[in-house]
């Protein structure tokens, strides 16, 4: 996995899950979602790049 995509995933999985934290301490549905939606971002583009890395060896 190229070091770029690989920091991007984990820096949108962090991000989401911040989000999504902090939504739910404030009781804001729309925050929990966005952050939610932004960490399974960053889980599918870690996945995409482990398959990619896989069939480049």
């Known amino acids: 996995m190229s ?4 920091s991007r995933a984990k ?6 899950k911040v989000k999504e ?3 739910r301490a404030v009781g ?3 925050l929990t979602a966005e952050g939610h939606a ?3 971002k ?3 583009r870690q996945a995409k790049e482990k398959i990619k890395d ?3 060896e």
């Open 38 to 40: 932004e960490k399974t």
């Open 28 to 30: 804001n549905e729309r």
């Open 54 to 56: 896989t069939f480049k």
């Open 21 to 23: 934290t902090a939504g």
């Open 42 to 44: 960053g889980n599918a």
């Open 11 to 16: 820096a949108e999985q962090v991000k989401g």
């Open 3 to 6: 070091d770029k995509e690989k």
